[in-house]
């Protein structure tokens, strides 16, 4: 049976990766299918409506109660009190109004309200952090160091510096925002600045993108902490729930999701292991795009894996499954956060094109595919599916075709498992034996300890006490034979 061609839901269109718009860039599961460009138009449109709504609504509002107010106190000439809160309302709406029109202005036009610093060059900020810089870790101030030293080429190097520095700064007051008000706040960023670095450059691409990605991992590295998987969103929940799913689908199998990998293949397993490692590591870095180069080196080492084993170029329906099989493997900690993460502060221009922007957004694409897995994406039964997810069977290995290699390999690992069964009996016996030798040792020990006890209970020991000698008697006094010795010599003297 060709599980390919019952397969539902892996095969993906390369039309379905972009924009549902038709404007010719990657979309985004994330965004409804639109990609970075379309979503802030969209978003921006629904935000201006929602400001106009709360506008006419706060007007409805002051003219009931100016209604209600006159109906009652007909004739007063006194303050409306009531009507107070309603204008208040409405001026709070005026000014955020004219605060998002104006989001940006206020990075590029000095401010009014402080009083002017003294100018320095870029290196010497260096030497006196502010609070916030100093508590960062040393990756943000090796950051500083690297993108200062970038922009000392530049000549608006100077002017680049300030601006992303007073930004960063001025995040540090906008942490109650939602995640979304977050991302638009450093999107209307990277849209103002390209767009003066293009007027620069004269339309240099290249040096547009080279700046702006210093730019992303300068402010990224020192907003990470305050941006990464904030509080205001489920983000967490997510993580845990994709956590939980992948690991219910441990039991499928490569045969399942039809990946044209052959793990037999010493070059293909060590492929599969780095691509798993990429996309594990994805985690362990701070800038968006430091991430998207985890997920890029990730793809390559599966399209590496697809050309050995098909020895012929890898196609985009066979990369899909493969990408799904390896995140299976992998289960890369805090994926939907990393993937949010990517999706609202990277430069907006590496996700609409390039490799960068069709990896990743293969990466949303196997996310979602692994969220609606089901048994007939599978080629399975709904009971077959419900009984490998509930842990209560297993999904059987199919057989190899037999050839000379793998029958040798298996006739070695049977004689192996022959051979551990026969060593298991050995030590079993070996065991038996050290068992019994200790009981009789211990058997021995305490027949010992009676025999000794019973000989102490029948000739106990008796202590007679005896008289210490008297200092007359002599050292032999009880000596009998005495009588017998000689007499004792006498010293004779001899005259000289």
Excluded at 59 to 84: D, F, S, T
Excluded at 372 to 395: H, I, R, T
Excluded at 470 to 491: G, K
């Amino acid at each position: 049976m060709s599980h390919r061609s019952e397969r539902r839901g892996i095969h993906v269109d390369q039309s379905e990766l972009l924009c549902t718009k038709g404007c010719g860039f990657y979309g985004n599961t994330a965004w409804q299918g639109l990609c970075s460009k379309c979503w802030r138009e969209e978003y921006q449109q629904t935000r201006h409506k929602q400001i106009q709504e709360d506008h006419a609504l706060a007007e409805r509002l002051q003219k009931e109660e100016e209604a209600a107010y006159a109906n009652n106190h007909q004739g007063a000439a006194q303050p409306q009190p009531a009507i107070a809160p309603f204008s208040k309302f409405e001026e709070r709406k005026t000014k955020e109004k004219s605060r998002k029109v104006n989001t940006m202005t206020k990075f590029f036009t000095p401010s009014t309200k402080t009083p002017p610093k003294k100018e320095s060059v870029p290196g010497e900020v260096l030497s006196t952090p502010s609070p916030s810089v100093s508590r960062k870790p040393l990756e943000t101030d090796r950051t500083t160091r690297e993108f200062i030293d970038f922009l000392k080429t530049l000549k608006p190097g100077r002017e680049i510096f300030k601006q992303c520095r007073a930004f960063t700064e001025s995040m540090a007051y906008k942490r109650d925002l939602g995640a979304d008000e977050l991302s638009e706040c450093v999107q209307d960023f990277y849209q103002n600045l390209s767009d003066r670095l293009h007027t620069h450059f004269k339309g240099s691409s290249e040096r547009v993108e080279s700046v702006m990605d210093e730019v992303e991992r300068y402010m990224m590295t020192r907003l990470y902490e305050e941006v990464f998987c904030p509080e205001t969103t489920d983000d967490e929940k997510k993580d845990l729930a994709i956590q939980k799913r992948i690991r219910a689908l441990h039991w499928v199998t490569i045969e399942m999701l039809c990946v044209p990998v052959d793990e037999e293949i010493p070059e293909v397993s060590d492929n599969v292991v780095k691509a798993i490692t990429d996309v594990i590591e994805m985690d362990s870095k701070r800038v968006p795009r430091d991430k998207l180069t985890c997920i890029t080196r990730c793809s390559k080492h599966i399209f590496n894996a697809i050309n050995t084993t098909k020895k012929e170029a890898a196609s985009a329906d066979d990369f899909l499954p493969t990408l799904i099989y390896i995140v299976l493997k992998a289960n890369p900690p805090r994926l939907q956060s990393n993937i949010q993460y990517i999706t609202r502060f990277c430069n907006p221009s590496r996700l609409m094109s390039g490799e960068d922007g069709y990896y990743f957004t293969n990466l949303c694409c196997a996310v979602a595919f692994i969220e609606k897995l089901d048994g007939q994406s599978l080629n399975l039964s709904v009971e077959e599916f419900e009984l490998y997810m509930s842990g209560q069977a297993s999904p059987q290995r199919p057989q190899a075709a037999t050839s000379p290699a793998c029958s040798a390999a298996f006739s070695q690992m049977n004689e192996s498992l022959d051979l551990l069964t026969g060593l298991g009996v050995r030590q079993e016996r070996v065991m038996e034996g050290a068992r019994r030798l200790e009981s009789d040792l211990i058997d021995w020990r305490d027949g010992v300890e009676h025999k000794v006890q019973d000989v102490m209970e029948r000739f106990p020991l008796e202590m007679h006490p005896t008289a210490p000698p008297t200092a007359s008697s002599a050292i032999d006094a009880d000596n009998v034979e005495n009588d017998h010795l000689p007499s004792p010599l006498q010293p004779q003297l001899f005259a000289g």
